[in-house]
């Protein structure tokens, strides 16, 4: 529900018709789930085996190539907690602001899914058909990218960017989230090359399949959903979405081809990675009016706030930061005064950094945490696929090159509630193999009857 909902959800009745509906269903998400949980742990009271059984599993867990991603949270939620109880506004910081609403709530929400999608994606199945089902998500937002690039959307909306945001409000969360899905796409295609390219089995005597079973029409489907993500990704005309993508697309073929083909991925990859950091130094230098006046261009404006953001670090902050959503605040003191020339009713509530926006918010003790959190999820998804091989290993591969889109994107740009809540579900999926598997009894408790259940109870044969 949170990877296919919360992207396509919006309301045309109010100013904050995409931020505040998709936030709502994040919380409203975690929080039934959290609830569910607590209520599933209260009706194994006075049974075998009792509520909170599942903590000798952690022992395993502790002990294994998750105990890293394990201490990450621990350090990245601490961290959270403290900036908001020192933030210098402290109910924004809890609650997030009126235009992102991504404070302390949001923050606990995201890893309460995160921490669902890797208990579920244990099963090998469950985790493919959840990336199938979001893979097919991005069709409407793609086809509504389509409609508003060709000047027929039905809602004129305030404020719209020079390219197309579809039903994410913004071009630049629309570009992340199209780059971290094609990693994915491409993951589902090579899963399901296989059974097209095999010789099709005999029916004589059999009857035949359906026509919705036919492989070559998964296949020619997600053909054709991969090529309608990219040309939205291209309508965004968001330029660290592109890069975005090559960098998610670069990760994923390394990490599968790494086992077979290591000398050709070491130099191949090399040779990537430059051509890569070059293409953004060229796509930084070409401008691109943000006003329309061709004098400003974006690329110009990120150095002047990621520079203000450097002044701003300074003290106790630099440990704790500032709390969440306090941007606009630590920013304003060493506001560049070229950007307040050119914007003078505007300022800025991010830093478009994700290293810069962490230190702000939750200082290096975040940032210590958040670097744990990827390190170790990148090495139990290679701990855990060290025996896949062949198309098995694209699906880890596809994971980790969204992952790695999302984290290049924030370089330049922020998450929004749909690419926060998709990175930390794929956060869960990358982890789900070595999540360990409770057992039997675990899975089926067995309930102590009541008191009126066993008076009730037919002691022998058919009459009470």
């Not at 000047?151 to 945001?165: I, S």
Request: with cysteine; glycine share 8%.
């Amino acid at each position: 529900m949170a990877g296919l909902v919360v992207p396509l959800a919006f309301h045309t009745l109010g100013t904050l018709g995409f931020e505040s509906t998709k936030v709502l269903l994040v919380r409203l998400l975690a929080l039934a789930l959290l609830l569910g949980w607590l209520c599933a742990e209260t009706l194994r009271i006075r049974a075998t085996p009792g509520p909170f059984a599942w903590r000798n599993s952690l022992r395993v867990a502790w002990n294994g190539p998750l105990r890293l991603v394990a201490m990450g949270l621990v350090v990245y939620s601490a961290a959270n907690i403290v900036a908001t109880a020192a933030s210098l506004t402290p109910l924004v910081s809890l609650l997030g602001s009126w235009d992102r609403q991504q404070g302390l709530a949001t923050t606990l929400a995201w890893l309460v899914l995160g921490i669902a999608a890797a208990i579920i994606g244990r099963d090998n199945a469950r985790r493919t058909h959840l990336l199938f089902i979001w893979v097919l998500a991005s069709v409407p937002a793609c086809l509504y990218a389509a409609v508003q690039f060709a000047h027929l959307d039905p809602v004129a909306w305030l404020n719209q960017p020079l390219g197309v945001a579809s039903t994410l409000g913004s071009s630049t969360a629309l570009a992340t989230y199209l780059a971290m899905l094609v990693p994915l796409t491409i993951a589902c295609l090579v899963l399901a090359a296989p059974a097209v390219l095999a010789r099709p089995a005999t029916t004589r005597g059999r009857r035949p399949l359906a026509w919705w079973s036919d492989p070559r029409l998964r296949f020619g489907g997600l053909a054709a959903v991969l090529t309608l993500q990219v040309a939205a990704l291209l309508m965004t005309q968001v330029r660290g979405g592109l890069l975005a993508l090559a960098g998610g697309v670069l990760v994923m073929v390394a990490f599968a081809c790494w086992p077979t083909h290591r000398r050709q991925v070491v130099m191949g990859g090399t040779i990537a990675a430059i051509l890569l950091v070059l293409g953004s130094v060229l796509l930084a230098a070409v401008p691109r009016p943000d006003r329309g006046d061709g004098e400003d261009t974006s690329a110009r404006q990120r150095v002047l706030t990621w520079q203000d953001a450097v002044r701003a670090l300074a003290g106790p902050r630099l440990l704790i930061g500032y709390g969440p959503e306090t941007q606009m605040l630590s920013l304003e003191r060493h506001f560049p005064v070229e950007l307040a020339l050119r914007f003078e009713n505007q300022r800025f509530d991010r830093a478009h950094n994700l290293v810069f926006d962490t230190l702000l918010t939750t200082g290096l003790f975040g940032l210590v945490g958040l670097v744990m959190i990827v390190y170790g999820v990148v090495r139990a998804a290679a701990w855990g696929s060290v025996v896949e091989r062949g198309p098995t290993r694209w699906l880890p591969a596809g994971i980790l090159g969204a992952l790695a889109a999302n984290l290049i994107a924030g370089q330049f740009a922020f998450d929004t509630a749909a690419t926060g809540v998709l990175f930390w579900l794929l956060v869960g999926l990358a982890t789900s193999p070595l999540v360990p598997l409770p057992a039997a009894a675990l899975l089926l408790p067995a309930r102590r009857p009541t008191r009126r259940e066993r008076r009730e109870q037919p002691a022998a044969g058919l009459a009470p």
